[in-house]
């Protein structure tokens, strides 16, 4: 089955947590803290393989997590780090991480960071100073970064084959390729984009088979809407025409109703080279219908050809190769969407809203703090509360009018303010 679009959650691992733990040991005069460092959460990353071609695997599993962290271990030994987490996505794949564009994947083997792993709590051992020789705080880990992930796979194609249904683009396909399509006597056989690898004389290229082209396709009618874009990679156009007259259809309006379909979904697709091919040229009238095509398009290089029969695929083949090292008027690049420049601006460490009742402080830091303290221990506690004290929530919290007994929520915490 081809999906070319899927949305998927993902979880980074979360850091092992910190370990409290004293070294004490028979004959050993230097005793103290020993506890070691948790270990840091797995990253999770996307990997460019050029063996996908569909996002069909993904759609089954809608969310990912990554390994958490080890807690550390006494002896100052440090947590085991959480295992990454590989996906692998086709080439071509635009990611859109929580509503933006993060990357577009076009380079086998390309990988890329996508949500980052905690941090591993701190140990007993890391909070010892010459005043404070045996501190009983550790940390727990830090929770790993999540985000919603749309992927929308934009197929790599040299040259993508356009047309209304039965124009016979799937048996060409088959023909010159070891693609083998599902091919029948009625439309929209084609369901979904067909890839096919051609060598001719030594030359490679990837040609895209994109279906369910009609009138009203870049308005969502047909199949035409959901596979356009997957003709948006491509250099070159080879626009199949059934020149049979099959179904008592004019091939002429039938060219016309196709190129006004592609000026309408994007201005670039008129500007790739286009490869005009009459095919089913062995079929009755089919004659007839040339000469009338001819008299309104006298400029334009036609291929006459026959799928069936293989009459002409050749001096086809050589048209490809020939536009394929073309330059083009424009870079297919850009009407890929850009990546938007990222923008860092100044903001406090932390924010305070009154929402029914209760004053809600968010800010990265401040609520990083609150999930990596743990409350059970009271040295970790006084710890928390200076830490905030000096970051001014205290004051901020009395300059907007809490009283004793009000409710303060961090995170998805919530504590009982006392003056």
Do not use: W
């Amino acid at each position: 089955m081809f999906i070319d679009k899927v949305s998927i959650s993902l979880t980074a691992g979360r850091g092992g947590d910190g370990c409290i733990s004293f070294r004490r040991e028979k004959y050993v005069p230097y005793g103290g803290p020993d506890g070691g460092n948790g270990g840091k959460g797995g990253d999770i990353y996307f990997e460019a393989d050029p063996h996908k071609t569909t996002l069909l695997d993904l759609s089954y599993r809608p969310k990912f997590k990554a390994e958490n962290g080890q807690r550390g271990l006494p002896s100052d030994k440090f947590g085991r780090y959480g295992e990454d987490l590989i996906i692998k996505i086709p080439l071509g794949t635009l990611v859109l991480k929580n509503g933006e564009l993060f990357v577009d994947l076009k380079t086998a083997g390309e990988r890329i960071l996508i949500v980052k792993g905690g941090r591993g709590g701190r140990g007993n051992a890391s909070f010892k100073t010459g005043k404070y020789t045996a501190p009983r705080i550790a940390e727990k880990g830090e929770p790993g970064e999540t985000a919603e992930i749309n992927l929308e796979l934009r197929l790599i194609a040299d040259i993508g084959f356009v047309g209304l249904p039965n124009a016979g683009k799937s048996t060409l396909l088959s023909k010159i390729s070891a693609a083998r399509p599902k091919i029948a006597d009625y439309p929209f056989t084609t369901l979904a984009p067909n890839l096919g690898v051609i060598n001719y004389n030594d030359k490679h290229f990837v040609v895209a088979d994109i279906p369910g082209i009609i009138e009203g396709a870049h308005e969502g009618k047909g199949l035409g809407f959901e596979f356009l874009r997957h003709i948006r990679r491509t250099k070159v156009l080879a626009h199949i025409i059934d020149v049979s007259g099959f179904d008592g259809k004019d091939p002429y309006a039938n060219y016309k109703i196709i190129n006004n379909e592609l000026k309408k979904y994007s201005k670039y697709l008129a500007k790739k080279h286009i490869i005009i091919v009459l095919n089913k040229i062995d079929l009755p009238d089919s004659q007839k219908h040339i000469k009338n095509f001819k008299k309104h398009l006298k400029t334009k290089k036609l291929f006459g050809i026959s799928a069936t029969t293989g009459s002409g695929v050749d001096l086809l083949l050589k048209e490809m190769v020939k536009m394929l090292t073309k330059p083009l008027d424009f870079n297919p690049e850009e009407e890929i969407e850009t990546i938007p420049v990222k923008k860092y601006i100044y903001e406090p460490e932390f924010k305070v809203n009154i929402k029914g009742g209760i004053f809600v402080v968010t800010g990265v830091k401040i609520e990083t703090l609150t999930e990596m303290t743990k409350f059970n221990e009271d040295e970790a506690l006084r710890r928390y509360q200076n830490i905030l004290k000096k970051m001014g929530l205290e004051i901020k919290l009395e300059k907007m009018g809490i009283k004793s007994g009000d409710i303060v929520k961090i995170g998805e915490f919530e504590f009982t303010f006392e003056k």
